[in-house]
């Protein structure tokens, strides 16, 4: 017995709806260099340029709109140290709500302020010490707080897969569509649309080596939970792949294939130097792939999902330096 | 008597017509937290994100498809180290037509590396003893080429006018302009369009500190030439406003102001962390004008224009350091 999918085509429809004109229309860019070197039509959609500086803002604004008044009049709870944090941040203070985000307290500072700066709440737990889940349920329980996950919430995959229906909106059918996968909110909302509107297009994820989850789950036929190496794409260092993306991903996502941190850079070299694009290691991962010839793409039309710039400038110099170095 | 500009709104129309489906519609983009602390709406147009990084290939193009057939099968050249070189050789591969590029000795490798790699022929001078001017008209002669001037010809402001209408026709209707100023080309364009659009529009020049020929020249009443001092801004070192584009500038823009060093660097940090968008120091000098509080916009409608983006990632690295270091 198959159980139905968490997530249709249609709700990924009217989440675009909900979120139309807040969040923004990113633009799909294409270079010549870049098809000339990997012989493709290559699409780029730039999430980079979402608000909050990455695709997270679509999941975590459409999630709380839907909340009820009293959810939103008690406020949410979000836990995360990346890029989920400005968005439920973002997305609170634009829906007049009070949020409150769970961070380590070794969280770069700069993610820290950006959150607050939105107006949220930051609570600080200890990474090596704290339960994190436990700390958000009981957080949630004692102050009443409505948690906001980062993916595991159909209306945050709903969110998400906005960014596919526009990139295919703006750039016509794919025959494939390369989008990095962390926690696989991205990854299965992005899928379910391209399926979902030409059943032909291969939709394919990309991890880092590191954190390889996802794959190693699909060969396993179940989640598995693994040790997370260390990586420069810091929004992808999952130990366990979600428990309602997974079965997304295994329904309809036809490869997940993995790239290296020095292959990450290389992507990163050629968005900023040829795109003029700022863009974090993990939104980089889907290029990767495609630059490193990891995928055979061969004069076909490829849609590619840059999913986030949230890196520093000062954390931009050091990984150049240790490029090549 | 006053000579008629050399330059209309309806040549501008017949360029973007010209251009159209070749150079990139490049996005217009915004930011709340631009908006915010500006005290006004900006919106900034990405010529970053044109095709070889800069504006430049819009007026390159037009001029190029412009001339005889006669004219391209015996080839054009061009005179710069800088994006206009770029501009030139991918609208001449473009265009099936041979283009040969004069370039100082000590111009960036990269720049060379570009240029040739869009299919151009480099032939070098030496900045310190070669009269430019002489040896490129001498060239232009002894091979039969036809000269594409980086500014001072009317088909290329035509189409770097180009840039204000795509602004305004995505953005609406605009209070003030702000658009970086150089050889005078791309202002004299923008601002032909922005005033032949609404003649209320203010339109702004901006000028690095060091190379402020122009605000000179108006102070004058005429052209004058200056000792040009160092300044990041590479795109705008220039002794003198162009013949053609000065009458233009004087008639139509209301205000030239300039900017330090320091602010552009305040400008492109921001871009770069907030927009997640790679600009170049010149680039980013009407930005820099609108953050530093140079210009009154409170509460107005402001168009912004970002020029270019090619600057290396190992230059951007350096002038990070020395920024407040």
């Known amino acids: 017995v198959t159980e139905p999918l968490p997530l249709s085509l249609a709700d990924v429809r009217a989440a675009a709806e909900r979120i139309r004109g807040v969040a923004h229309r990113t633009p ?39 909340l009820s ?35 380590p307290t070794d969280a770069p500072p700069s993610k820290r ?19 994190r889940e436990r700390l958000t349920q009981e957080r949630a329980e004692r102050d009443g707080l409505t948690i906001v996950h980062a993916y595991d919430d159909p209306r945050v995959m709903a969110g998400a897969g906005t960014t596919a229906l526009e990139l295919i909106e703006d750039a016509g059918p794919l025959d494939v569509l390369v989008v990095p ?39 396993a036929g179940r989640r598995v939970t693994i040790e997370v190496g260390a990586t420069i794409a810091d929004g992808q260092q999952l130990a366990v792949p979600g428990r309602l993306t997974f079965p997304v991903v295994r329904a309809l996502v036809d490869r997940v294939v993995t790239v290296s ?37 061969s004069g076909l039309r490829v849609g590619v999902v840059l ?16 490029r090549g170095g």
């Open 69 to 103: 008044e009293q959810e939103r009049a008690r406020g949410v709870l979000a836990s995360s140290s990346g890029n989920h944090a400005q968005a439920v941040a973002l997305a609170c203070s634009l829906l007049g709500c009070a949020a409150t985000v769970l961070m």
């Open 28 to 66: 799909v860019v294409g270079s010549r260099t870049l098809d000339a070197r990997v012989g493709a039509r290559v699409l780029l959609k730039a999430e980079n340029l979402q608000r909050a500086g990455a695709f997270k803002f679509r999941g975590a604004y459409h999630c709380i709109s839907r």
């Open 181 to 219: 996968l962390g926690g696989g909110g991205l990854l299965s909302g992005c899928a379910v649309v391209a399926k979902g509107l030409r059943a032909a297009t291969r939709v394919i994820g990309v991890e880092p080596q590191a954190s390889d989850d996802t794959l190693r789950s699909l060969a």
């Open 261 to 297: 941190d020095e292959q990450i850079l290389e992507a990163m070299a050629f968005l900023f130097e040829r795109m003029k694009l700022v863009v974090e290691p993990s939104g980089a991962t889907a290029l990767a792939a495609v630059l490193a010839g990891e995928l055979d793409v």
């Open 113 to 131: 302020r950006a959150t607050e700066g939105y107006g949220a709440t930051v609570v600080e737990f200890d990474r090596y010490c704290d339960d």
């Open 307 to 322: 999913s986030g710039g949230n890196v520093d400038s000062a954390r931009l110099v050091s990984l150049w330096k240790g």
